[in-house]
């Protein structure tokens, strides 16, 4: 009778033990979570301290978020069949954004945080634009190229 109450007991903790889901929380004073098809973006705000482990299979971070941002590599469509430039960079002011193609009225620029809020978007007008940094805060910032809701090239923007 013992044995069969152990096997029927360590069945049943086996079956709970399995039906548990994990899935991350957070417990903060602010903070939020966004996804689309191209990026994931969450934010916290009251992390003391954070810290990564990685694995070869799992990550851990202690904290949730990493208060550093490193940008890893930027966006270029390898067949592009134009040029696309921007200077100069780093800025204070202004960048220009150049375009050299014939179908340069049918695209767009969006300019990012590194947060991934959208702070300016535009249609090119002509082949060089002026894009005014002025108003933006001293940091990092996305300028993405885009025609046909395709990506093309991105490029990061320091301000100074």
């Known amino acids: 009778m013992r044995k069969l109450m152990f096997t029927i007991s360590l069945g049943l903790a086996i079956h709970i033990a399995n039906a548990q889901s994990v899935s991350p929380q957070l417990v903060s004073t602010a903070g939020d979570s966004f996804n689309n098809t191209s990026y994931q973006l969450d934010w916290s705000i009251g992390e003391l301290q954070t810290e990564t482990f990685a694995g070869s299979q799992n990550t851990l971070t202690q904290g949730f978020h990493q208060g550093t941002y490193t940008i890893t590599s930027i966006h270029e469509n390898p067949l592009l069949e134009f040029t696309i430039t921007v200077f100069p960079n780093p800025t204070t002011e202004f960048i220009?954004?150049?375009?050299?193609?014939?179908?340069?009225?049918?695209?767009?620029?969006?300019?990012?945080?590194?947060?991934?809020?959208?702070?300016?978007?535009?249609?090119?007008?002509?082949?060089?634009?002026?894009?005014?940094?002025?108003?933006?805060?001293?940091?990092?910032?996305?300028?993405?190229?885009?025609?046909?809701?395709?990506?093309?090239?991105?490029?990061?923007?320091?301000?100074n």
């Open 96 to 159: 220009m954004l150049k375009v050299e193609s014939e179908k340069f009225n049918e695209m767009f620029y969006t300019v990012t945080d590194l947060t991934g809020k959208i702070l300016e978007t535009g249609k090119l007008i002509n082949e060089t634009e002026q894009i005014n940094f002025t108003h933006y805060a001293v940091g990092s910032y996305i300028v993405t190229i885009s025609q046909n809701n395709q990506l093309l090239k991105s490029f990061q923007i320091i301000k």
